[in-house]
């Protein structure tokens, strides 16, 4: 659909759809409790902020912005796998959905004052050449002092879907790297990818002090990420996600990578709801699976 048909058909004084940088499609949203826009290039969320809060996502100042390659920053939906392809390494890095255009199904004023937003995205030729299944997805993202969101992957077609790897890719931003602690994972097993995939245990809140590329598993409660110096907590409650994956590039990584700065690291953290490593799922005909996070900023 064309900006005009968007917005004549979904927009309103506080909905407003409009090309965004590098010409691609992007929505915005304001209203009295908060403010958000997405990308309809992968339905990727780029900013949220309720009202009078700080922002709460990482943004790269140096991301792309071009039909079909990933935006750095924000919520990057992964789906339907988590990092690289399993067998094909010529296959797209997490999958499909976070580089495909998402189609605006519904856009709803609640009574709550908050706006819920519907997007889906189905299998298409495209699609199929990457990954030969019929699915359709859909995504609710309400828009209230929290944000809640709501992935739903319906399995349309006539096989079972096995393995489907997924993830809310969440960059926060933080004022300081070395001031974060994340609460949630104590006890919890992890894949390091950081050295060869071994499986090490989380003990008490982690702290980033180097790179960081950590599976939790067996994750399923609320995640909080805590800045103590800046008087600000981030609660992460997840339905649907056994797994959490928690990355930061450091310092080598962050200079290898072109769309993110040099020192960007010292001012992001992935805490991703996930379905990764054991925690991949199977849909059986006519099934679905459904994967929420809802974000909560508390300032004292
Ligand atoms: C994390 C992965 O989820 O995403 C990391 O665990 C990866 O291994 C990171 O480097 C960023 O991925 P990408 O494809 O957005 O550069």
């Not at 789906?79 to 519904?106: C, L, S, Y």
């Not at 001031?179 to 949630?184: E, I, L, P, T």
């Amino acid at each position: 659909m064309k900006l005009e048909a968007l917005n004549s058909r979904f927009g309103s004084d506080r909905v407003v759809f409009s090309e965004g940088n590098g010409g691609l499609a992007k929505c915005n949203i304001k209203t009295e409790k908060a403010e958000l826009e997405f990308y309809l290039q992968g339905s990727h969320i780029t900013h949220f902020k309720p009202r009078g809060a700080d922002s709460v996502l990482w943004m790269s100042t140096q991301s792309e912005f071009r039909t079909g390659v990933a935006i750095r920053g924000g919520i990057p939906i992964c789906w339907p796998w988590f990092g690289p392809h399993p067998t094909d390494a010529r296959m797209p890095q997490h999958g499909f959905a976070r580089i495909e255009k998402w189609n605006v199904i519904d856009v709803d004023d609640l009574p709550t004052g908050e706006i819920q937003v519907q997007m889906s995205l189905s299998n298409s030729p495209r699609t199929r050449e990457l990954w030969p299944f019929e699915f359709d997805l859909s995504y609710r993202i309400l828009i209230g002092e929290q944000l809640k969101l709501e992935l739903i992957c319906s399995n349309v077609g006539s096989v079972v879907l096995s393995d489907i790897g997924c993830a809310l890719h969440t960059y926060f931003q933080v004022a300081d790297i070395k001031d974060v602690q994340v609460h949630g994972l104590d006890e919890r097993r992890y894949i390091d990818k950081t050295d060869g995939a071994s499986t090490k245990w989380q003990s008490g809140p982690l702290w980033i002090t180097e790179e960081t590329d950590r599976v939790f598993l067996d994750s399923a409660e609320a995640i909080q990420l805590v800045e103590s110096r800046r008087q600000r907590s981030v609660n992460v409650q997840k339905t649907g996600s056994q797994s959490t994956v928690i990355w930061n590039p450091w310092i080598e990584k962050a200079n290898a990578m072109v769309d993110f700065p040099n020192d960007g690291y010292q001012r992001m953290i992935c805490i991703e709801t996930a379905n990764a490593g054991n925690d991949v799922r199977k849909i059986g005909l006519g099934g679905e699976h459904i994967l929420t996070a809802e974000i909560a900023i508390q300032e004292n």
